[in-house]
């Protein structure tokens, strides 16, 4: 038998690095746009939850025939049915919004909710004695 010799073909220390620094790199690189994904999405459903919650809030109070209160405290927005945490993706101020007994707010009151990671807001003013509000996204 001849005596052959074979040469082992692999890839060195520094290839192996560079390559594992390559895909370290990309997928960093995808992580965060992945991480400012869910932030956005997580502040765009605090809104949709906040008017859900003003809508059953005055619903409520038509229904029963009682006033009812929507409030934002100290990073909650409560109603006498339901509370929900507000997100560290969302910033709201402290506002109190009592319905009467025929669905209709007591004031003019304009809320606010700022979303720092798209760098928008989100106000609601209110309307007062009817109950509805105009959104505006600035």
């Known amino acids: 038998m001849p005596n052959v010799m074979y040469r082992i073909k692999g890839f060195t220390l520094l290839e192996s690095l560079l390559v594992l620094f390559i895909c370290s790199f990309v ?38 025939g009682e006033s009812q209160t929507l409030q934002s405290i100290k990073g909650y927005l409560r109603s006498r049915e339901e509370e929900l945490r507000i997100p560290e993706e969302v910033e709201v101020n402290d506002f109190s919004i009592t319905f009467d007994k025929n669905a209709g707010n007591s004031s003019l009151q304009k809320i606010s ?26």
């Open 27 to 64: 997928i960093m690189v995808f992580a965060g746009s992945v991480r400012q994904g869910i932030r956005v999405a997580r502040a765009e459903i605090f809104v949709l939850q906040f008017e859900r919650l003003y809508k059953d809030t005055q619903y409520l109070a038509s229904l029963k």
């Open 113 to 138: 909710l700022y979303l720092p990671y798209q760098e928008k807001t989100v106000s609601y003013q209110l309307e007062i004695g009817s109950g509805k509000y105009k959104k505006k996204i600035s």
